[in-house]
């Protein structure tokens, strides 16, 4: 028998079949150009959680691939964190056409999220609907997602696609696309309505079955399931507080002209970014002296005030700025640090994975804790710890004795706990939210989830205060994420207070910072992907210097040259 390899190579026609290997190790085949979402169907018949998107080659892409070559495939659901984006996305599409030919005159808008699974919507063009009218609404949905209709991909001129959407009424569209930089768009049509979706949707309505629509005055809510129960409603929960910060921020957005992504582009282009700095951070000077004069005119005064919000808030500077004006007030406050008090390492609590969580409420020595507060508000002397995180050890910190007039302020994930100050006067403790609440959105139909400003806001600080790559970021997002649904969503509504963090320049200011961070993760790593996702929506924001940002700013926590960064107070 030869050894001469040439003997195994003959001319051959061109291949008419294609195979697609799974992450499970099954090979399918079919014809060249068969759309990816056909393999799927074939290969994971009724799925729950229903497969949307995949990687194929390691590249997310839509179900209408066409697979042209052999490749490899894992498959991506609704329990992951694009699927479920694909899932809202094709949902919120469907609500459109469903109000479209329901209410032609009628223009919907995403205004932003509810926590725990969904979306509020404000209708424009005519009044809020009626219960029975949403209730059709729900119906055409319903029909639409049995009929199966194929959701269609097409791109066409920018140029086209303002026009379409000038004719539609979509200025907001109009305004966006006069900023696209790149000749075409991606244009999907389901049923004939036409619209623009800032990411991938899914082939057809036909997996679309978990929704719900309910009134919610002015507007609706979209009630869909969450990532880690995909094929349920979460339980219907009211946030009035929540929904007064977002309703309060419109109004802010609107009065400032920069209701989307367009207008803000708009703005930075008209040379109006110091008359946005200015706005945006004297509503939060008068927000945060607003909330110093409750505290100092309460009766009984609070002698402790708890602040707790997600990751990237900026709850270290909003604190100062507190303590600040509690001082304008009179008053002296006084920073208890939380975490000082994390019980020692071997006896930290462990995630399901086996890992310490530091961010169970477990972690805290809530019984030292109580003990001591009490002791500081009477006024008695206390050795508060110190931890050291590198031995994982509590140590003897410095004696502390207050004065009557003192308030103690302790920033930390379990502030609005309940469970983390038992014993505690509920009359002396006074709770604050602060979260970045962002209803800029890019327009009407596409929302920035705040999980995306913050997860921007801390690149950039991980980058530039702890040496870590948008790569290190990114990967450890999912774990913060977990965390603040466990021990911070949970709670929200508890507080006395909500802060919004977000400033409607801001997003102009972060993008020359991120853009850079995001370009050097590593192509074919799995946090490539979302360093692609956030780098093809920051391609629609106009970039701005950041030397109109005052030295104060919460966004400076973020992206340096804070004056508060070194005070203690």
């Known amino acids: 028998m030869s050894n001469d390899p040439t003997t195994l190579v003959h001319p051959a026609e061109p291949r008419t079949c294609v195979q697609v290997r799974l992450s499970d190790g099954r090979i399918f085949a079919g014809p060249v150009g068969t759309p990816l979402h056909a393999f799927m169907r074939a290969a994971y018949p009724e799925a729950t959680p229903p497969v949307v998107a995949a990687l194929v080659d390691g ?28 899932y809202q996305r094709s949902l919120t599409f469907l609500l459109v056409v469903a109000v479209r030919e329901l209410f032609p005159e009628a223009h919907l808008t995403v205004d932003h999220s509810v926590t725990l699974g969904g979306f509020f919507c404000q209708v424009t063009g005519r009044e809020a609907f009626s219960q029975a009218e949403i209730e059709a609404i729900q119906r055409r949905m319903e ?66 079955r978990w929704f719900s629509l309910e009134p919610y005055p002015p507007g609706l809510l979209l ?75 309460r009766e009984p005064r609070p002698r402790l005030v708890l602040v707790a919000g997600p990751s990237s808030s ?110 505690i006067p509920p009359e002396l403790v006074y709770r604050v939210y602060i979260s970045a609440l962002t209803q800029l959105n890019i327009d009407h139909h596409n929302r920035v989830p705040t999980t995306d400003l913050r997860l921007l806001r801390r690149m950039v600080r991980d980058a530039a205060t702890r040496g870590y790559s948008a790569r290190d970021t990114i990967e450890r997002w999912e774990s913060v994420r977990r965390g603040e ?43 490539a992907i979302e360093a692609r996702r956030l780098l093809a929506f920051l391609r629609w924001v106009r970039p701005a210097g950041a030397e109109h940002v005052p030295e104060n700013s919460l966004l400076r926590e973020f992206i340096g040259g804070s004056i508060l960064a070194d005070w203690a107070f």
């Open 485 to 527: 649904e466990r021990n911070i969503f949970p709670y929200q509504e508890n507080c006395d207070v909500m802060f919004n963090s977000a400033l409607a320049y801001e997003l102009a200011v972060l993008k020359p910072l991120a853009e850079p961070l995001l370009l050097r993760v590593p192509r074919g790593s799995l946090e």
């Open 223 to 297: 009630r869909m399931p969450r990532r880690h129960e995909p094929a349920a409603l979460p339980p219907g929960r009211d946030y009035p507080k929540l929904m007064a910060v977002f309703r309060e921020y419109g109004h802010w957005l609107h009065i400032l002209g920069v209701e989307d992504m367009g207008s803000l582009n708009q703005a930075v282009e008209a040379g109006r970014m110091r008359e946005l700095v200015l706005v945006s951070e004297a509503l939060h000077e008068r927000d945060i002296a607003d909330i110093a004069n409750s505290i100092a005119g």
């Open 314 to 423: 900026g709850k270290t500077t909003f604190a100062r700025r507190l303590a600040i004006q509690l001082k304008v007030n009179g008053l002296r406050p006084f920073a208890l640090g939380l975490d000082d008090y994390f019980v020692d390492r071997e006896h930290t609590p462990r995630d399901e994975h086996g890992e310490y969580d530091f961010e169970a409420l477990e972690a805290i020595n809530r019984e030292l804790f109580v003990e001591q507060l009490l002791a500081l508000m009477e006024g008695r002397a206390v050795r508060v710890p110190r931890y050291d995180f590198i031995q994982g050890k509590s140590t003897l910190g410095d004696e502390v004795r207050l004065p009557e007039d003192a308030i103690i302020i302790v920033e930390g994930i379990h502030g609005l706990n309940p469970n983390l100050v038992p014993g």
């Open 59 to 86: 590249d997310l892409v839509e179900l209408c691939y066409p697979v042209t070559k052999d490749v490899d495939v894992q498959p991506i659901d609704t329990a992951m964190n694009d699927g479920t984006r694909i």
């Open 143 to 208: 029909a639409i997602v049995a009929a199966d209709e194929p959701i269609a991909k097409e791109r066409m001129p920018v140029a086209e696609a303002q026009a379409m959407f000038a004719a539609q009424g979509y200025d907001d569209k109009v305004r966006l696309l006069a900023y696209r930089e790149q000749p075409e768009i991606a244009v999907y049509n389901l049923r004939g309505v036409r619209d623009y979706f800032y990411g991938y949707m899914m082939p057809s309505t036909g997996a679309l």
